[in-house]
């Protein structure tokens, strides 16, 4: 079975600075996607960015970038620039390609405090 | 605008009634999901359905019940069937990957919290 790993329950940037969060995950696919959902105060999750693990090339959103590591099976997320609506839950999720289902499978989250 | 609702924002049920979470969406997605979150957990798959008139269980579907007879609407009955109810419920939909959308990333409503009394 695929499974999430966030091993950082909680995180802390200051403002204007660099944070990354981590992401492991297992599988046996080769191919699958990958994603970073964001859920603020309001508890709405609200995507961040998201990876084909068919695409060498990692995907980047203006200030938030990841560094995808298909042979470690590493997942993580950079975040410059750290704003203070950057606060959140910062969830990392898989899902299989292809399937009878799109079932995301997610981590316990990050928790990430920016401090001004 | 486009998106998803969920209504109501907050829900209170009494020990045995059932109780239905309403999930609206105007994306034209044809696939649509249900997951329950708990306090230091992820997300969990209770229901999903990738056309109407057809939902399958997901990993948690016991105690719950959905019917899916628009494409615009998918509820979610928590059942008095359902032992520990007491959740942060999210609603979701995504274009149905058989048309052939490569990623179909699931877009998330608003949530509905419901406590048990």
């Known amino acids: 079975a695929q499974t999430v790993t966030q091993s950082q329950p909680e995180m802390s940037v200051q403002e204007a600075e660099t944070v990354t969060l981590s992401c492991t995950y297992d599988?046996?696919?080769?191919?699958?996607?990958l994603f970073w959902y964001k859920q603020p105060p309001s508890r709405q999750m609200i995507l961040v960015i998201r990876?084909?693990?068919?695409?060498?090339q990692n995907a980047t959103e203006n200030r938030f970038s990841v560094n995808f590591q298909k042979a470690a099976k590493s997942f993580s997320l950079k975040i410059s620039d750290s704003q203070l609506g950057d606060a959140a839950m910062y969830f990392c999720?898989?899902?299989?390609?292809?399937?009878?289902?799109?079932?995301?499978?997610f981590g316990t989250g990050t928790l990430l405090a920016v401090q001004p | 605008d486009g998106g998803i609702t969920q209504s109501p924002k907050y829900l209170f049920r009494k020990e045995g009634q059932n109780v239905t979470l309403s999930c609206e969406q105007n994306?034209?997605?044809?696939?649509m999901y249900w997951y329950r979150q708990d306090p230091g957990q992820g997300l969990r798959l209770i229901y999903y359905?990738?056309?109407?008139?057809?939902?399958q269980k997901g990993d948690i579907a016991e105690g719950y019940s959905v019917s899916r007879e628009k494409k615009e609407s998918f509820p979610l009955t928590v059942t008095s069937a359902q032992k520990n109810p007491t959740a942060f419920y999210l609603c979701?939909?995504?274009?149905?990957?058989?048309?052939?959308?490569?990623?179909?990333?699931?877009?998330f409503g608003p949530g509905t919290r419901l406590t048990v009394l």
């Open positions: 999720a898989y899902r299989r390609a292809g399937g009878a289902t799109n079932k995301l499978i």
């Open positions: 359905s990738q056309i109407v008139n057809d939902f």
């Open positions: 994306l034209n997605h044809d696939a």
């Open positions: 990876q084909e693990a068919y695409k060498q």
């Open positions: 599988t046996s696919e080769s191919d699958y996607y």
């Open positions: 979701a939909s995504s274009i149905d990957r058989r048309t052939g959308a490569s990623t179909d990333t699931q877009y």
